[in-house]
Each structure stands twice: as structure tokens, then as C-alpha cells.
């Protein structure tokens, strides 16, 4: 079935590590996207991708990062400059930016 | 500049009662699109409705039905005859002129059997 897997499940983070959440998708789609939630609050975008080798900055980029090398995957990395790191990561895909977007299990991190 | 706003927070209704979800809009642009998305407990986001601003038809899709209206720049939610299987966080969302989508908040159903 095609979809969207994320993994893992539920990261733990130590202080001062960097950390990659992994978002893998077989839609054939060309946009991907991550967004932050914490708890009883909305979705907040940190980056974002409409072709391969090109992302842009959402409204919450700073101490992420992403790399989009190939169509299908799109993963996004917690440095340590990111100092509350603690949330729901979900991952997303669409056809195109104005198009429906289908989402991942997402990825609950903590810090140890 | 554009905006989302589901005025309700939570909401908590009795099993079979009818509920409407609010939406608000705000946007410049004159092509753009609104969405509708679910969160149940699990987490994943499921995607319910996608309307163009050129379509102000009336959706219904089995208990769901959304109204949307231009003049008002609403785009509303109904669940007739809610379920429990009906409590999650809803998600109303905009995008246009190939800009990134913009979330409202959300609103919390709790549907109590």
C-alpha cells in the first residue's frame, strides 16, 4: 500500500546530540513536508520541499535541518542548537503544494 | 498575510447529537484552497475535505458535510449524528498562490457515548 512511514516511533535525545527522524514516502509525490506539534497546540512547519534538491524554510527552521537527495525521502535532523526539542514530529506528502497532504504515524522526542 | 482561526477550543457533545466545527479565513489571494483535516488519539493526520475557492457547493459525505461560504469566508464543519469513533482534533487549513499551507489550531471533539 502506498503511504508514508516515519520511524522511529519515539526518539530519545541526550543533551548536546544531534538527532535524524527518517520520513520515507512511495506516493510519487513531489512535496514533503515536516511539521512540529506540542501538546494541545497546532502544526508548525520547519521545512519544506517541492522537488528534490530544493527545501525552504518554514516558520520554525532554526536548529533543524533537512536534505531532500532523493524523491522518496525526506529526513530532518534535530541539531543541538534546537533547545527544546521535546514534541510530535509528523511528516508529510503532497502532489504539489495546493494539493491534498498525507501524513506520517509521526515521531514522539524526548530529552534524557 | 494569511490566517486560520477555529474559535473552539474544545468541544463536548453527547453521542447522535449534530456538531459544527467553525472556520474563519482570512487571505488576499483570490484562487486559494481549504482543507479539512482529522487527529484522532493515535496521531496521524487523515484528510477529509479539499474545496477550491471557485467551488461554494455544499460537500456532504455520509454523516460529514461542510458549508462553505465567500461572503463570510467561512468554511464549516458538520458531523450529523456523532460517534465516539468522531472524537479528535480537527484541523482546518488554507493555502494559495503556491504558498505553503497555513493550519488553524485546531478544535478538540470529544463525543461522549
Known amino acids: 500500500d502506498g503511504g508514508i512511514t516515519q520511524s522511529p516511533k519515539y526518539l530519545f535525545r541526550k543533551e548536546g546530540q544531534n538527532v535524524t527522524l527518517s520520513c520515507e514516502q512511495n506516493l510519487n509525490h513531489d512535496a514533503m513536508y515536516w511539521y512540529r506539534q506540542d501538546p494541545g497546540q497546532g502544526l508548525r512547519l520547519i521545512y519544506y520541499s517541492q522537488i528534490v534538491n530544493d527545501f525552504q524554510k518554514g516558520d520554525i527552521a532554526e536548529g533543524y535541518s533537512v536534505s531532500r537527495e532523493k524523491k522518496e525521502s525526506f529526513p530532518l535532523t534535530v541539531t543541538s542548537a534546537q533547545k527544546n526539542p521535546t514534541a510530535f514530529y509528523l511528516c508529510?506528502?503532497?502532489?504539489?503544494?495546493?494539493?491534498?497532504?498525507?501524513f506520517g504515524d509521526g515521531t514522539r522526542l524526548s530529552i534524557l | 498575510a494569511q490566517k486560520v482561526t477555529q474559535a473552539q477550543t474544545e468541544i463536548s457533545v453527547v453521542e447522535k447529537e449534530d456538531v459544527t466545527l467553525d472556520c474563519v479565513y482570512e487571505t488576499r489571494d483570490t484562487t486559494y484552497y481549504l482543507f479539512w483535516y482529522k487527529q484522532p488519539p493515535s496521531g496521524e493526520l487523515v484528510f477529509l475535505i479539499r474545496?477550491?475557492?471557485?467551488?461554494?457547493q455544499n460537500e456532504i459525505s455520509g454523516r460529514y458535510s461542510w458549508n462553505f461560504q465567500k461572503s463570510t469566508s467561512s468554511f464549516n464543519f458538520t458531523i450529523t449524528a456523532s460517534q465516539v469513533v468522531d472524537s479528535a482534533v480537527y484541523f482546518c487549513a488554507l493555502t494559495g498562490s503556491y504558498d505553503k499551507v497555513i493550519f488553524g489550531p485546531g478544535t478538540s471533539l470529544s463525543v461522549i457515548p
Open positions: 508529510a506528502s503532497s502532489a504539489g503544494l495546493l494539493m491534498a497532504q498525507h
Open positions: 474545496r477550491n475557492s471557485f467551488d461554494e
